[in-house]
């Protein structure tokens, strides 16, 4: 029984989990929204994927306007907070800065029960907290996870491409010394050449 009320303890508090991954084009500006309750625990957690120098403009806004977070030209990061009232809260993603580049973010957005939910009674016992604290280890693993294998897409993409322009460069340097041999047997034939006037 005490294994069955702990799996459900689990479910019910499991955060609410939002991943994207978006195009943002250059001048441009993406936001999303996401509602919460008083004390609610919110984080985001981003990085550009490609585009670039890999950097975007980061911003976090409450319902009253109030900026949270801000960020100029980061290339990933993580902020959590608390709501501080209730209401809609705004994540920002700006390529404003940028003049010609698309850049790829992958992100995800994470709600996390609320305050009350925990549930502040004379039930909330230790195997709760334990269940809570291992529900909120196994998401951030699952988060560094996504991460990892993010920053794994970019760096063979970036090994890919060097790896390709080493490959033509290696060609062309080829071209240049069999013509340049070419050549210099051409000239040497001609200088010891015996010339006969008549």
């Not at 975007?56 to 319902?63: F, H, L, M, R, T």
């Not at 502040?120 to 280890?137: G, P």
Request: proline share 1%.
């Amino acid at each position: 029984m005490a294994v069955v009320r702990g799996v459900f303890l689990l479910l019910a508090l499991a955060a609410a989990v939002h991943g994207y991954a978006i195009l943002i084009d250059a001048h441009a500006e993406e936001c999303y929204y996401e509602t919460a309750r008083t004390g609610t625990k919110m984080s985001l957690t981003f990085q550009v994927a490609e585009g670039g120098f890999l950097d975007i403009d980061v911003s976090i806004v409450g319902p009253d306007g109030k900026v949270i977070y801000s960020g100029e030209r980061e290339t990933d990061g993580k902020y959590t907070f608390s709501a501080h009232i209730d209401g809609e809260y705004k994540y920002c993603f700006s390529n404003a800065m940028s003049t010609l580049t698309t850049k790829l973010v992958v992100f995800s957005i994470i709600v996390g029960p609320e305050e009350t939910e925990l549930g502040s009674d004379a039930h909330h016992d230790k195997l709760s907290d334990m269940t809570r604290e291992l529900s909120e280890a196994l998401h951030n693993v699952m988060r560094e996870q996504e991460y990892m294998e993010v920053r794994d897409r970019t760096h063979q993409a970036i090994n890919d491409s060097t790896n390709t322009r080493v490959v033509w460069w290696s060609f062309f340097e080829t071209l240049v010394l069999v013509s340049m041999t070419a050549g210099q047997i051409y000239f040497l034939r001609r200088f010891f050449e015996v010339r006969t006037t008549v």
